[in-house]
Nanobody, 126 residues
């Protein structure tokens, strides 16, 4: 079965940077688009960024554009989220997810993702 394992979360001061990683196993990683979502306490899970199976297309939530960068290394079965200029409002549990259907262009819709990691906490102090 598909397993997604996130790492790289932690505590950082506002203006700082973190890089999240998500290692995937269980099926052909290079065939599936990947996404990052986040959930803050008391809020719904929200889209952060997505990348197509080939890596050629990327999408971002308006709140993170120009600050976050999603990328993937299909040889390592890993997707990354580089987060710069972090703000206190970026504090949340971050989840990586894999789409259910292969060879898509990427999606911001939570329902398109069939597999989820356990999440990694990101805390940004002011």
């Amino acid at each position: 079965q598909v397993q997604l394992v996130e790492s790289g979360g932690g505590l950082v001061q506002a203006g700082g940077s973190l890089r999240l990683s998500c290692s995937a196993s269980g099926r052909t990683f290079s065939s599936y688009s990947m996404g990052w979502f986040r959930q803050a306490p008391g809020k719904e899970r929200e889209f952060v960024a997505a990348i197509s199976w080939s890596g050629k297309s990327t999408y971002y939530a308006d709140s993170v554009k120009a600050r976050f960068t999603i990328s993937r290394d299909n040889a390592k079965n890993t997707v990354y989220l580089q987060m710069n200029s972090l703000k206190p409002e970026d504090t949340a549990v971050y989840y990586c997810a894999q789409e259910g259907r292969p060879l898509t262009s990427g999606s911001s819709y939570l329902g398109d993702y069939d597999y989820w990691g356990q999440g990694t906490q990101v805390t940004v102090s002011s």
